[in-house]
């Protein structure tokens, strides 16, 4: 559970980093946010199923 956490705040760094240096790509950051999510949820289901 520890990697997931990490693993997301990497891609948040990512998606920070993208829209710092006014390269903002939506669909990029999009599928950035997407993975969060997904990375969120399988936390989730693992701690509660």
């Known amino acids: 559970m520890k ?3 990490i693993y997301s705040l ?3 760094n990512c998606v920070l980093a993208e829209l ?3 390269a ?4 990029k ?6 993975r ?3 990375l969120h949820i399988q936390n989730w289901l ?3 199923v």
């Open 46 to 48: 693992k701690t509660n």
């Open 36 to 38: 969060i999510e997904g």
């Open 29 to 34: 950051i999009e599928e950035h946010l997407k």
């Open 20 to 22: 710092y240096s006014g």
């Open 10 to 12: 990497l891609i948040s």
């Open 3 to 5: 990697e997931i956490g």
């Open 24 to 27: 903002y790509n939506s669909k």
